[in-house]
């Protein structure tokens, strides 16, 4: 097997036929052995169905069906435990990620890249929200850790074998692909391509769904905001402490008596902002390592057609 291709699919039905053509369009001329894998998260849709027919006609369709929603990471991981190729593909199941660049980014995976990701150039029909608040997320993310991870870019890329058993061997519960990837390292490059809106249907991501995927990311790829808690708590203490000198010196030598009402509400505030947040962030931390100590499987499947090894 030399090229597998992953594909998280939620609720994708009026996307799975035009992304099936579009998919063998691309790869047959490359004249290899490949698998698509579809992994369904939990869609409420025809998509499953959709999918098992594909897998009747087809023998190089391969599905994984989830107990429910899993979220699009976690999709992925589960494709990734499956694939049995050389090389992996990951694309989205709308068409944003064309397969048409699969064979491009192919030739540059021979030519000895284990990672390949594809940078967006420009993005259609997106909401000024969205881009910006990726782009705000990326630049943030970049800042506090070592590892630098590559802007504009989502998990469309190729990687290799290497890669694949890599990130199998990274336990973790929350899952964030892109910085795994990053933080793994071997020789990385990339092509650029302009992403096209989604073909039909409606985005799979909530908001809610994007603040979990982002505070998943800061959370398991850095420690800086837990020591940047410590550092504000250092920094409102030095503060507070010269103030207090200024406090008494006020009230010992100049003998002023001011009744200082507001100075006081505003430390008073400003110090249980400090705090609250401080602990917010410890929270974020601790849920996580109690989800990881809990040890549960990363994901259910109620149907499958690869067979156990
Ligand atoms: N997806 C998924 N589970 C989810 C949400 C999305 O598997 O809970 C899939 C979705 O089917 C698509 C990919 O992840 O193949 C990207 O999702 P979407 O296009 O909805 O996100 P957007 O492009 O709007 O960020
Ligand atoms: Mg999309």
């Known amino acids: 097997m030399e090229l597998s291709v992953v594909i998280p699919v939620y609720n994708e039905a009026a996307n799975i036929l035009v992304l099936y053509q579009r998919l063998q369009q691309a790869i047959r001329p490359m004249a290899i052995a490949y698998e698509l894998v579809f992994v369904n998260d939990g869609s409420t849709d025809q998509s499953l169905a959709l999918i ?27 494709g990734l435990d499956k694939v049995r190729g050389q090389a992996v593909v990951i694309l989205d199941g709308d068409l944003q990620d064309p397969p048409e660049l699969i064979s491009a980014l192919y030739a540059q995976w021979q030519k000895g890249h284990d990672v390949v990701y594809a940078r967006r150039k420009t993005r259609a029909g997106e909401s000024f929200l969205k881009k910006s608040t990726a782009r705000f997320f990326y630049r943030l993310l970049t800042r506090l850790t070592r590892t630098p991870l590559p802007v504009d870019v989502g998990d ?19 899952k964030f692909i892109r910085g795994q990837i990053a933080w793994i390292g071997f020789p990385q490059t990339f092509l650029e391509y302009d992403r096209p809106e989604r073909h039909q249907g409606q985005s799979g991501y909530s908001y809610s769904k994007m603040i979990r995927l982002a505070l998943d990311g800061i959370t398991s790829y850095s420690n800086l905001p837990l020591k940047m808690a410590t550092v504000s708590g250092f920094v409102v ?32 505030l400003f110090l249980g902002g400090v705090q609250l947040i401080a602990i917010g962030i410890i929270g974020e931390y601790i849920s996580r390592l109690s989800e990881n100590v809990r040890n549960r499987p990363l994901y259910i499947i109620n149907e499958t057609n690869i067979p156990e090894k």
């Open 156 to 174: 469309f890329r190729i990687i290799s074998r290497k890669v694949v058993d890599t990130l199998k061997q990274m336990p973790e519960q929350q």
């Open 52 to 78: 098992k027919q594909l897998a009747q006609q087809d023998a190089q369709v391969r599905y994984l069906d989830f107990s429910r929603n899993f979220g699009q990471q976690i999709a992925i991981s589960a």
């Open 237 to 268: 203490s030095g503060i507070a402490f010269l103030v207090m000198l200024y406090t008494l010196y006020s009230r010992f030598i100049i003998r002023d008596y001011v009744p200082g009402w507001s100075s006081l509400m505003i430390s008073i």
